[in-house]
């Protein structure tokens, strides 16, 4: 059972959120940065009110927990500084056309193979979470989709611009496809090391953190008017909301 909705949920995450993506893309009126609150809100919510609280719970002492924290930050510092954990999530100046034109026609495989990589790390992440139950790895799940959905809309642009308009969203589809392989591989993995389940968590949430504090929330740091303002705090609220509700619902 619990293999199964790993499967499902990684399934819903990896392709939804592409095809989410493009969806909103085609919509036209697409909002990037009330995106970005949105997935950071998500995010924050489910490492410090889910992940973290489910793995301090164990009997893992707090000393330990709280090195395996600060060590899976600093290795996805290191990572995002290889360009291989954020490929392809900077968003470019707009003055600069011409020379993001040219990096997307040089770089459409290398965001390819990035956004596999990235997505087959979120699998793992993921079945660590349903490992630990069931509520808390649909929640993950939904955490994983919504901070994916901004990201994807600027893999597929990238991938459009590199010549491969009409291939951009399957070949971005394929990527997502593998947060299925790396929920079945983190299954195997924690499954096989249960005892390390806490510390699993632990770098779950870890992930989550850095991505919405090192990527998500800079990209929210500009000035803006008072509404717009207003507006990125209230859809940053929503994520948190969300998850909630979400976590409620799946425990009834």
């Given amino acids: 059972m619990t293999l199964i909705s790993i499967v499902l949920a990684t399934l819903a995450a990896g392709l939804g959120s592409v095809w989410l993506a493009a969806g909103l893309m085609r919509a ?16 924050l919510a489910v490492a410090f009110m889910h992940l973290l609280p489910e793995a301090f719970e164990s009997s893992a002492g707090a000393q330990a927990l709280f090195t395996t924290l600060l060590g899976a930050i600093v290795f996805f510092f290191l990572l995002d500084k290889a360009e291989l954990w954020h490929h392809g999530h900077e968003h470019h100046d707009p003055t600069h056309d011409h020379d993001h034109h040219h990096r997307a026609r040089s770089g459409g495989w290398a965001v390819l193979t990035g956004d596999s990589v990235h997505c087959f790390g979120d699998g793992i992440l ?28 600027g893999d597929i ?56 504090l090192a990527d998500l929330i800079p990209q929210l740091q500009r000035r ?29």
């Fill in 28 to 43: 036209g009126d697409v909002k990037p940065h009330h995106l970005l609150s949105l997935a950071a809100g998500a995010l």
């Fill in 126 to 153: 993921i079945a660590s979470a349903f490992v630990a139950d069931l509520r808390l790895g649909w929640v993950a799940s939904l955490a994983v989709l919504a901070h994916e959905v901004p990201h994807h809309i």
């Fill in 157 to 212: 642009a990238v991938m459009r611009m590199a010549g491969n308009r009409r291939a951009a969203i399957v070949k971005v589809s394929l990527a997502g496809a593998l947060t299925a392989i790396g929920g079945v591989t983190g299954y195997w993995l924690v499954d096989t090391l249960r005892g390390g389940l806490p510390y699993f968590l632990v770098v779950a949430s870890s992930s989550f953190i850095y991505v919405a």
């Fill in 224 to 252: 803006l008017s008072a509404r717009e303002t207003a507006m990125q705090v209230a859809w940053l609220g929503f994520g948190i909301a969300l998850v909630t509700v979400v976590s409620h619902l799946a425990h009834h």
